[in-house]
């Protein structure tokens, strides 16, 4: 139980900043030699779907609005969903099993690190409201990527709208949007799957469920207060001291 409960907030904050979800579920059973429920694509199927509840409580409104009266950033938002909805339906075999190595998550933290540091370079003057079809295709594609652990959804596509001339709130907005389907999708196309698999802990799934709602909920709000007077600086910081606690653990263990 407690371990259900780590797993939650460490999923609840770092879905959302960008640090990559992905690689905290994958080092942290690592780091810890923890085993069994926790350490399932079922658990983690937990903890997405309660991020994505902080995700609908946060823009429920934003996607009335989108939906209402602003048809083209919805057509945009879906067209951008695409690349990342066929790299997940195709790729995710390999993703889940190939690509979960703790020294591949290093070097995509520190790789996307560097991205980001660049793309806070770019000039920022767009909102969501001048989001083109190009801006679209660039941040879908980026996306994507971050079926790599270590890449950061949020990370790769904030810096793809920073790149294209984004604000940075904006950024991280569109970027909070983009992530609803896709995290959507991920939860329902493994959902089936997962229950065919066996009996489950409902209450410990319930627990994650819980607490990466509301760690979520809190992280999104942080960051987009955040980004409206602070760069990417501090996470990527962040990034780089945890890769070289991944390699200082592999030199360790090994």
Request: glycine share 6%; aromatic share 14%.
């Amino acid at each position: 139980m407690l371990q259900a409960i780590v797993l939650g907030i460490v999923q609840g904050f770092t879905e959302f900043l960008p640090v990559s979800s992905t690689a905290h579920l994958v080092l942290f059973p690592w780091f810890f030699n923890w085993s069994g429920e926790v350490n399932t694509l079922t658990f983690d199927i937990a903890l997405h779907a309660g991020t994505l509840l902080a995700l609908l409580l946060c823009f429920w409104r934003d996607w009335i609005d989108i939906i209402l009266r602003k048809q083209k950033i919805f057509l945009l938002i879906i067209l951008a969903s695409i690349p990342a909805g066929i790299a997940g339906f195709f790729l995710n075999d390999l993703a889940e099993h190939k690509l979960r190595s703790p020294l591949l998550i290093s070097a995509m933290l520190i790789v996307v690190g560097f991205v980001m540091l660049i793309a806070e370079k770019a000039y920022k003057f767009k909102n969501i409201e001048n989001t083109t079809f190009g801006d679209a295709i660039i941040i879908g594609i980026s996306q994507a990527i971050a079926i790599i652990p270590g890449v950061s959804r949020s990370g790769i596509t904030i810096s793809a709208a920073l790149f294209s001339g984004y604000e940075r709130e904006a950024a991280a907005r569109f970027s909070f949007l983009l992530s609803t389907p896709i995290i959507a999708g991920a939860v329902l196309l493994h959902f089936r799957k997962a229950m065919n698999q066996g009996s489950h802990d409902l209450q410990l799934f319930a627990v994650g469920f819980v607490t990466s709602f509301v760690t979520g909920f809190i992280a999104i709000k942080f960051l987009l207060r955040f980004l409206r007077k602070h760069p990417l600086n501090l996470f990527v910081y962040y990034r780089f001291i945890l890769a070289v606690v991944i390699i200082a653990t592999i030199w360790l263990k090994g």
